[in-house]
Nanobody, 115 residues
Framework: QVQLVESGGGLVQPGGSLRLSCAASGRDFSPDIMAWFRQAPGKEREFVARITNVGSTNYADSVKGRFTISRDNAKNTVYLQMNSLKAEDTAVYYC?????????WGQGTRVTVSS
């Protein structure tokens, strides 16, 4: 059974940092493009960042220069380093492969940016 389990969220002040993790199990995800998404209260889920199997990355304009996606294929894990956090980054963050596999959505990890 394939599972993607996100962790690392929490409450952080504006300007702070968090590192999210996405641990994959059930199969080897190293050949896949992996991505992070987020869903803010009352909004649609949106793309945040993606990374290819060889480490090429793309980011949404709203996070470019502040967030960094990375992966450790040996651990079947994807990370999202989030710096200079803003209130508008408040959301539940999810990982998935790219293109999205709908059966792979996990429970997400909640990030709240507030003073």
């Amino acid at each position: 059974q394939v599972q993607l389990v996100e962790s690392g969220g929490g409450l952080v002040q504006p300007g702070g940092s968090l590192r999210l993790s996405c641990a994959a199990s059930g199969r080897d995800f190293s050949p896949d493009i992996m991505a992070w998404f987020r869903q803010a209260p009352g909004k649609e889920r949106e793309f945040v960042a993606r990374i290819t199997n060889v480490g090429s990355t793309n980011y949404a304009d709203s996070v470019k220069g502040r967030f960094t996606i990375s992966r450790d294929n040996a651990k079947n894990t994807v990370y999202l380093q989030m710096n200079s956090l803003k209130a508008e980054d408040t959301a539940v963050y999810y990982c998935n492969r790219w293109p999205v596999q709908y059966g792979y959505w996990g429970q997400g990890t909640r990030v709240t940016v507030s003073s």
